[in-house]
C-alpha cells in the first residue's frame, strides 16, 4: 500500500506506511523486504526534501541490494540517490556526482533493458547537462530517451503510426533546444560586448575628469569654475547611463538558472549582491563590476564580503569557483 501512496503523490501515507513495513521486515530480518522498502522511502523522503532521511534509508538499503545482486533494484536505488544530489532543494546540491550515480544507474537498465527506467534516467541526465549548457549530451540524452520510448510504444502497440508521432516530438524537443541554445549565446555575445563597451567608456570618462581636475589648478578662478561644472557632467554621465538597464535584464535572461539557485542558496540576497554574484560568476574583477554597476570599487568589495558571510565561506575559500559550481 505504501507505494500506491507514492505513485498518487499521497508521500506522508505512504512514508508512515512503508515505515510500519520496514519496521516488520527489520524484526523477521527479511533483508530482501528491508532493501525494498528503504529504497522507496529514500525515494519517498527526497520527494518530500527531507534529504537527510533519504540519504540514510539508501545507505541502509544499498548494501542489501549489492549482496543480493538485484541489479534492477540497484539501477533504482543509483537513481533515487542522483535525485537526492540533484534537487535544487538540497543545500549539499553537487550536479556532477549527481549525473555519475544516474549515468551508473542507466547503465544498469540499459544492461538488463528496463527500457522505462532507462527513459526516466536519460531524461534527468538530459535536464542536468541543459543545465550546464551541454547541448551536445542533452540532444544525444533526448534522443536516446524518445528512442526507447518509441520502442516501448512498438513492443505494446505494434502500431507504426506511433513512431512517428515519437519522431516529430524528438524533432520539436531537438528544435527547440537548439533555439534556446542560440538565443543563449546570442545574449551572451550582446551582454560581453555592453559590459566591454561600458567598462572602456568609463575609464575613459574617469581619464578625462582626472585630466581636468588636474588642469584646473592652472587656471584662474572663472575657467576653475567652468572646468568643475564639466567634470560634474562627466560624473553625472558615470553614475547615471541606460545600458546599465540593458545589461540588468540581459543578466537576467542569460544566467535565470543561476539567478533562481543562488536565490535558493542564499534566501537573505539583496538585489546588488545578487548582481556582484552573477558577474563574478563571470569571473570579473571587482574593479570591472564596479563599472557595469555604477559602484566604487570599495563598495564592490563590500558587497562581495557580504556574499562571502551569507554564504558561509571560510577565507581560504575561493568565491569566484564557489558561484561557478552554484
Known amino acids: 500500500m505504501g507505494g500506491v501512496h507514492l505513485q498518487r503523490g499521497e508521500y506522508k501515507d505512504a512514508i508512515e506506511l512503508l515505515e510500519q513495513a520496514l519496521a516488520k521486515a527489520r524484526h523477521h530480518n527479511i533483508e530482501t523486504e528491508v532493501a525494498s522498502y528503504a529504497s522507496n522511502l529514500g525515494h519517498a523522503h527526497t520527494l518530500c526534501g527531507n534529504f537527510e532521511d533519504a540519504e540514510d534509508y539508501l545507505n541502509e538499503s544499498l548494501p542489501l541490494l549489492e ?56 531524461q534527468a541526465l538530459g535536464e542536468l547537462f541543459r543545465e550546464r549548457s551541454r547541448w551536445e549530451e542533452v540532444a544525444k540524452h533526448v534522443q536516446s530517451a524518445a528512442d526507447l520510448q518509441v520502442a516501448l510504444i512498438n513492443e505494446e502497440t505494434k502500431l507504426s503510426t506511433q513512431r512517428a508521432y515519437y519522431q516529430r516530438q524528438i524533432d520539436d524537443i531537438q528544435r527547440g533546444h537548439e533555439k534556446r541554445r542560440l538565443e543563449y549565446l546570442a545574449k551572451d555575445t550582446e551582454l560581453q560586448k555592453l559590459i566591454d563597451r561600458l567598462v572602456e567608456k568609463n575609464d575613459l570618462l574617469r581619464q578625462i575628469s582626472q585630466r581636468i581636475g588636474e588642469a584646473t589648478q592652472h587656471t584662474r578662478p572663472q575657467g576653475e569654475e567652468k572646468l568643475g561644472q564639466v567634470i560634474d557632467l562627466i560624473d553625472r554621465s558615470l553614475r547615471t547611463d541606460s ?30 549582491e545578487l548582481k556582484v554574484a552573477t558577474l563574478l560568476h563571470r569571473q570579473m574583477t571587482s574593479a570591472n563590476i564596479a563599472d557595469v554597476l555604477f559602484l566604487s570599487k570599495r563598495t564592490v568589495e563590500v558587497h562581495r564580503h557580504n556574499l562571502r558571510k551569507k554564504m558561509g565561506l571560510d577565507a581560504s575559500e575561493d568565491i569566484y569557483q564557489v558561484l561557478r559550481s552554484v
Open 243 to 272: 545600458t546599465g538597464n540593458v545589461i540588468d535584464q540581459l543578466m537576467l535572461d542569460v544566467y535565470d538558472n543561476f539567478v533562481r539557485r543562488i536565490r535558493l542558496r542564499v534566501p537573505a540576497i539583496t538585489d546588488m
Open 67 to 122: 549482496a543480493q545482486d538485484s541489479r534492477h533494484q540497484i539501477g533504482v536505488a543509483w537513481h533515487y540517490r542522483g535525485n537526492i544530489l540533484s534537487d535544487i532543494r538540497n543545500p549539499n546540491r553537487n550536479v556532477e556526482t549527481a549525473i555519475e550515480w544516474i549515468e551508473r544507474a542507466l547503465k544498469v537498465f540499459l544492461e538488463i533493458d528496463a527500457k522505462r527506467n532507462a527513459v526516466e534516467a536519460h
